[in-house]
C-alpha cells in the first residue's frame, strides 16, 4: 500500500508522512508550488509556472527544476511517483492524498446543516488558522490573487461553520459572540429576522427586480446573477483529450444545464480569459443558464504548444476531438471571429449534432484570399514584426493586434488585452495562427448548413470588414444577420451594442428551443 501522505494548508504548509511531519524546502518559492499544484490539481505548462514564481533576470527554468528536485524528495516514494512532469507540463497525482482544505470543502458542500456540533467545533478550530501563513510575497500577483482568493473562500468558510454553531449553541455561546464578529452584518440580520419575521421578505423584495426572486434575475440584471470570477476560475472543470494526430487540448465546463460549445479563437486561454474584461462578461452571461464549454486550441493556453500542425483542418479535429470526448450530442455551437469558420465547417461536417450557429465577427474566406496586395503586403509585415517582437517586455507589436481588434476598448482593457496575449502563446506560434488564419475558405461550405444561424457583426469592425459577416450570412440559407453599433471586433460589456448582441442571441435561443 502506498505510504498515507497529509497536506495541511491550515497555517504553515505542512506534509507528513504516516503521521511524521516531513521537512520541506527552505525556498518560500517551492512550498508555495506546491501547494499551487496540490489544490489547483491540473497540469500546468512550465512556462505558467516560471513566470508565476521566478522574476527575470533570474534562470526560472532552472529554478522550476531545482524546486521539483526538492520537492519529489517531499512527496514522491519507492511506490508512488507523485509529481508527473514532461517537457511541457508539471501536475501532482493527488489520488489517495489527504489535504485539509479539500476535505473542509467536502464537509461543508450542501451547507453543512448535517455536520454535528462536535465535527463543526472541529472545522471552526482549523479555519481559525491563517491559509498558507508566510507564503504571500512567493510568487508574482497572479499568484497572490489566487492565493487571495483562497482566504476569502476558507474567511466564508468561516463565517458560514460559525453561523451554524451560533445558531446550535444559543446567544450566549462563544460561538455567538466569534460570528457575531467575524459577520456583524448577517450576525444583524438574523437579530432582525427573529424580531420582525418580515424582515428577510423585505430584503429579497429589495435585491431583485419586481415580481422575481433573487435567484430570477431578468437578461438586464446579468451582473447581478453572474458569479465573481474568482469563484468562477475555481469552479470550471478543466480535463484533456487527444486531438486525431495526438495533440493534448484543454478544455473546460462551467455551470449548470444543457450545454453550448464556443469554438476556439484568437487567442484563448482557459485559466485567464475567464477573468479577462474582454470575455469574462460574455462567458458568465452565457454559462448563466447552461454548461458553457471552451478549450484551448493547439498552439495556445493550456493545450499543446510544440505541435507540426498549425492549420485550418487541425482546428476543427480540435473542435471535434472536445465534442467527442464528453460525447455531447445535440448542441448549438458559438464561433467568434476564425472561430466562426472552423464551427460552419464542424456543422456542415456534423449536421445531426450541431442545433444552432451563433457566429460573431464572423468571415469565411481569410485574408490571403481576399486582401488586396497592399493589405496583403502589410499582414505579412506584421506577422514578421510578430515573430520577433511578440515575446518582449514591450507590448507595442501586441498593441497593433489590440488595436484593430478593440479600438473603442478602455485604455487598461487594451493593456489587459496586450499582456494576455503575451502570456497565451509564443512567439513563433503568434505568427502560425496569422499564416493559418489567413488560408481559411469556407465560402463553398456556407449553403451546406442545416442548423439555425444567427449572425452578428459590428458595422465599423477594423478587423473583419462588415461586408465579410454580411456575405457569410447571405451564404447561409435562412440566416439571421444582426449589424451592431460598434467599431469592436471583440465586444466589451460596457458598449451598448454588446448588450444588443447578448439579447439577440438569447431571443434566437429561445426562438429555435436551444
Known amino acids: 500500500m502506498p505510504a498515507g501522505l497529509e497536506i495541511s494548508f491550515f497555517g504553515d504548509l505542512r506534509v507528513a508522512r504516516n503521521g511524521t511531519e516531513v521537512p520541506l524546502p527552505a525556498s518560500r518559492k517551492a512550498r508555495a508550488l506546491l501547494a499551487f499544484l496540490v489544490e489547483t490539481g491540473r497540469p500546468h505548462r512550465r512556462e505558467r509556472l516560471c513566470e508565476l514564481f521566478w522574476d527575470l533576470p533570474d534562470d526560472p527554468k532552472a529554478a522550476l527544476r531545482w ?27 493527488g489520488e489517495g492524498l489527504s489535504i485539509d482544505i479539500l476535505e473542509v470543502r467536502a464537509q461543508l458542500r450542501g451547507g453543512g446543516e448535517n455536520l454535528s456540533v462536535v465535527e463543526l467545533e472541529g472545522l471552526a478550530r482549523r479555519l481559525d488558522a491563517v491559509l498558507l501563513d508566510g ?9 497572490r490573487s489566487w492565493l487571495a482568493a483562497m482566504r476569502e ?50 430584503q429579497d423584495a429589495l435585491e431583485a427586480p419586481t415580481g422575481q426572486t433573487s435567484d430570477q434575475l431578468a437578461p438586464s440584471d446579468h451582473r447581478l446573477a453572474r458569479p465573481r470570477n474568482a469563484e468562477a476560475l475555481r469552479a470550471q472543470r478543466i480535463g484533456f483529450c487527444d486531438a486525431a494526430d495526438g495533440t493534448k487540448i484543454a478544455y473546460a465546463l462551467i455551470g449548470s444545464g444543457r450545454p453550448i460549445l464556443k469554438a476556439a479563437n484568437w487567442l484563448n486561454h482557459l485559466e485567464f480569459d475567464w477573468a479577462t474584461p474582454i470575455w469574462g462578461e460574455c462567458f458568465a452571461e452565457v454559462a448563466r443558464d447552461r454548461t458553457l464549454i471552451r478549450y484551448d486550441e493547439r498552439g495556445c493556453g ?12 487541425a482546428f476543427v479535429e ?3 476531438a472536445v465534442a467527442d470526448k464528453l460525447e455531447l450530442e445535440r448542441f448549438p455551437l458559438l464561433g467568434i471571429s476564425q472561430g466562426a469558420a472552423v464551427a460552419i465547417e464542424y456543422a456542415v461536417r456534423h449536421p445531426e449534432r450541431v442545433s444552432g450557429l451563433i457566429l460573431v465577427g464572423s468571415y469565411a474566406a481569410g485574408w490571403r484570399h481576399l486582401a488586396s496586395p497592399e493589405e496583403q503586403a502589410r499582414r505579412e509585415a506584421v506577422r514578421n514584426l510578430t515573430e520577433v517582437g511578440w515575446g518582449t517586455e514591450n507590448p507595442a507589436y501586441r498593441h497593433i493586434f489590440s488595436k484593430t481588434f478593440m479600438p473603442d476598448a478602455e485604455v487598461d482593457d487594451l493593456a489587459w488585452f496586450d499582456e494576455f496575449q503575451r502570456q ?53 440559407p435562412d440566416a439571421r444577420f444582426v449589424p451592431l453599433e460598434s467599431r469592436n471586433h471583440v465586444l466589451v460589456d460596457y458598449e451598448p451594442a454588446w448588450r444588443t448582441g447578448m439579447d439577440a442571441i438569447r431571443d434566437f435561443m429561445r426562438t429555435h428551443g436551444l
Open 67 to 93: 524546486s521539483l528536485s526538492k520537492l519529489r524528495k517531499v512527496v514522491d516514494a519507492p511506490e508512488r511517483v507523485r509529481i508527473l512532469a514532461d517537457r511541457e507540463r508539471v501536475a501532482i497525482d
Open 135 to 143: 507564503l504571500d510575497e512567493a510568487g508574482d500577483g497572479a499568484f
Open 153 to 202: 473562500d476558507a474567511s466564508a468558510a468561516r463565517k458560514k461553520v460559525l453561523q451554524l454553531l451560533a445558531m446550535r449553541t444559543g446567544d450566549t455561546s462563544k460561538w455567538m459572540r466569534l460570528w457575531r464578529d467575524a459577520a456583524p452584518e448577517d450576525a444583524r440580520a438574523f437579530d432582525q429576522t427573529r424580531q420582525n419575521p418580515g424582515f428577510g421578505e423585505e
Open 302 to 313: 493550456l493545450s499543446d504548444w510544440e505541435v507540426e500542425t498549425l492549420s485550418f483542418d
Open 318 to 320: 480540435d473542435l471535434e
Open 424 to 476: 497565451t502563446t509564443s512567439p513563433q506560434n503568434a505568427a502560425r495562427f496569422q499564416d493559418a488564419f489567413g488560408e481559411i475558405d469556407v465560402r463553398h461550405r456556407l449553403d451546406q448548413v442545416k442548423a439555425p444561424t444567427i449572425v452578428l457583426h459590428s458595422k465599423g469592425d477594423q478587423r473583419i470588414p462588415l461586408a465579410q459577416g454580411r456575405a457569410v450570412a447571405s451564404g447561409i
